[in-house]
DNA sequence: GCCGTTTTCGGCCCGACTGTTTTCAGTCG
């Protein structure tokens, strides 16, 4: 069973709740669980089986008592009877923007709406504007959020709002009443999907700059103007916060609203613990009210006995511990990486020459690129026959003696089939400088057939590395339900590198599995899975997903030199 | 509902903005 799933049922339980209109803080420990189970490393079946549940912190009995129940029975009889006296529908309620638990509760309990295709019609017939609290404006942003629910579904791609905020704060600079400026946010920290970018600056003329914010030429609609936060609506649907504080607050307000909530919260209650008080504008003693730090992030880490943390570990994974004992890990570079391993050619399915790729993967600063063209049984993306790997292989080899202080891989994208084995013969995958085996067709699989079919795939000597291993396709395909702990342990005895995918709507394996491989020993390998040579710089959100797997340069495949690859993967010289 | 060398009961992170009010509740992050 998926840890996710598990997770979901608990959110879903404090959604109802607060629905129902329970304490707050019951909710809470309902969230606080599920996200205790999202970021849990071991499979939580194992923990149930072990009996150890309650000691995960934000579990007690009586959550630990319903996981239970879901663990071995797949269903949930207090969920069951939770949705018997809240309506299901009214959970999609809450999605809009500027609808909470109380104003839901309101809307059905006096108008008996359970649905947005209800409430659409209740606000368009000016129903709302009678109840207490509701007034006609509400009903009109009701309506537009309904409106921008239904265009967007939530949550932009890393590499969109990446471009967004960077291109937002390149305006920004330009303008002198703005003495700081930086990202904030999931965008700072590099989460896979980004629900909305923030931005934060420094100023003594905080109206000012809110109004040049408002004025930049992307800029939609405004949704709320104050002189320290203001919401804008770009057009291509994603929302930016600017934050506008004072010089001495500008480290402890970057601190705050780079979060996550949840990291923020442990340092909260760690600044309590010390005698504190931590909030956006600084660190103060909690007695006097005394400032003691917040002009820097550093000196807040540092005042509470923490190393700096840098923001892609900040999601309370045990970074504050591991800080405490001043061990974290060296994260990798952004500019660490000598090459990428991943990369289709013209050869089959990608749309430039070898050539151009290795100039390109050059410019880059790159020492070496390999290219990975499909096997011969994806027709769809014109698979290389037998005899049409041999004549790549050539032209490769003609190319590098051209080619000073660069190498150009021989690799190939082999298809793992459905029953394991691979595309090519061994014969031929012997030929290769690197063998990525990867998955393309056949994804309805249970776990442990599709399991068992990775496994088979990495016992295989020719088989260096395992591609985008979970095959997901972020809003669109789900993950393969995998034994991702048996996979690591197969990736570590069989010597696989296990890939982080670096296309944007891959990031695959993601954060919490690339914590897990360090963790178990098994090195990692980075390539973008490019088809076009413009999309070669995404390997910048493939280290990002590196370092928010706590990996450091030596467990990387591409950070090695071009010789002790050749070693590492057994290329011939 | 969870948690605890300040507590097994009484806390639980907290500030800004909006829209509704006429001092504040709800929502958001």
Known sequence: MKNQFVADILNEIADL????????????????????IEVLEEDIETVVHEDRLTSISGIGEAIAKKITEIVETGRLEYLKKLKKEVPEGLLDLLEIQGLGPK???????????????????ACLQGKLRDLDGFGVITEQNILRGITLLEKTSGRALLNVAFSDGNDYVEYLKNYDKIDAISIAGSLRRMKETIGDVDIL?????????????????????????????????????????????????????????TGSKEHNVAMRS?????????????????????????????????????????????????????????QLPKLVGYNGILGDFHVHSNWSDGG??????????????????CITDHSQ????????????????????????????????????????????????????LKKFDLVYGGIHTT??????????????????????????????????????????????????????????????????LKDIHVKLAKERGVKVILGTDSHFIATLPFMHFGIATARRGWLEKKDILNTYSTHDIEKMLGVKQ
Not at 310 to 316: F, G, I, S, W
Not at 355 to 369: D, P, Q, R
Not at 395 to 415: A, P
């Open 352 to 369: 430039n020459s070898i050539e151009e790729i290795a100039t390109i993967s050059k410019n880059l600063g790159y020492t070496f690129v």
């Open 17 to 36: 709740l607060d629905i129902k209109g329970e304490i707050f803080f019951k909710t809470r420990a309902y969230r606080i669980a599920a996200q205790a």
């Open 103 to 121: 104003k839901v509760a309101m809307l059905y309990r006096n108008l008996g709406i359970t649905s947005i295709k209800e409430l659409r019609n």
């Open 377 to 428: 049984s994806l027709k769809i993306a014109n698979g290389l026959s037998e005899a049409r790997v041999d004549k790549k292989i050539k032209k490769i080899k003609e190319l590098n003696k051209k080619m000073d202080d660069f190498k150009i891989f021989c690799g190939t994208e082999c298809d793992i089939k459905p029953d394991g084995t691979m595309d090519y013969s061994d014969k031929i």
């Open 201 to 257: 600056a420094s100023s003594n003329h905080p109206d000012a700059v809110m109004e040049y914010f408002t004025r930049y030429p992307d800029v939609d609609r405004v949704l709320l103007q104050g002189s320290t936060k203001t919401s804008v609506l770009l057009y291509d649907n994603l929302q930016v916060d600017l934050r506008v504080v004072k010089e001495k607050s500008f480290g402890a307000a970057l601190q705050y609203f």
């Open 443 to 508: 994804f309805k699989m249970d776990r442990s057939t599709a399991t068992k079919r990775i496994v088979k795939a990495m016992e295989n000597k020719y088989v260096h590395a395992l591609a985008h291993p979970t095959c997901r396709i972020i809003g669109r395909r789900e993950p393969f339900d995998l034994d991702m702990e048996e996979i690591m342990d197969v990736a570590k005895e069989t010597d696989t590198f296990l890939e982080i995918n670096a296309f944007p709507d891959r990031l695959d």
């Open 270 to 326: 760690l600044a309590i613990k010390k005698g504190y008080k931590l909030n956006e504008y600084g660190l103060f003693e909690k007695e006097t009210e005394k400032y003691v730090a917040g002009k820097t992030e550093e000196e807040i880490y540092n005042k509470l006995g923490l190393e700096y943390i840098e923001p892609e570990l900040r999601e309370n994974r045990g970074e504050l511990e591991t800080a405490k004992k001043k």
